[in-house]
């Protein structure tokens, strides 16, 4: 009788090599960074800490890239009490690169017609591709995706799920900033970002460890 080999063991979970962590630090980094340049182009809202911060400079007047720091202090905090030092130093890099790819994609790409419906879902759809390979190798991309990974392993909560709840009221309070076609737009772009996330990084589905 042939007979079915059980579900290795958490500590028998083959870890990922060096190159394959970055490899995933440089694809996923470059799929979000392009995405953000679709949104760019057509005037769409990103979610998460982005997207508050910019809400909150508009109220307050304060310099922008100081509030982002600020914001992202208590996740990277929570980031390397709970997840470890590893996953907090992977998450630093990768911010640092989407920010450096996203500076050079001015002069790599330009669009001379984009459609602001193929915006939404193709850009939601890269940055979502592009996170799914982070989160799969244990790297966050600061702030709200910190907090959704940090559920997601310790009380089960998928972190497309998650981020697609804060994401969603991020872009309900910046009704003021957007046109309406706008914010629906983003609406839409947020919903097949997180779903990307949802179907595809189950707890448990992917045992791959960095």
Known sequence: MTQISASPAPDAVSRHRFYEDALALLLGTSFVALGMAV???????????????????????WE????????????????????GPGFT????????????????????IGFSHLHPL?????GGALSG???LMLFRHRTGLGGINILAFYLQERLGLRAGYVQLGIDLAILIAAAFVLPVDRLLLSVLGAVVMN????????????????
């Open 39 to 61: 949104y760019a182009q057509s005037t769409l809202l990103l979610g998460g800490i982005a997207g508050v911060t910019l809400l909150l400079s508009y109220v307050t007047r």
């Open 64 to 83: 922008f890239g100081l509030m982002f720091f600020a914001l992202n202090l208590p996740f990277y905090f929570l980031a390397w009490k709970r997840m």
């Open 89 to 108: 130093l992977r998450t630093a890099s990768a911010v640092g690169l989407v920010t450096l790819f996203s500076r050079l994609s001015a002069d790599w």
């Open 118 to 122: 193929y915006a939404a879902v193709i």
């Open 129 to 131: 591709v592009g996170l």
């Open 195 to 210: 779903l990307v996330l949802a179907l595809n990084h189950r707890p448990g589905r992917y045992p791959g460890m960095s």
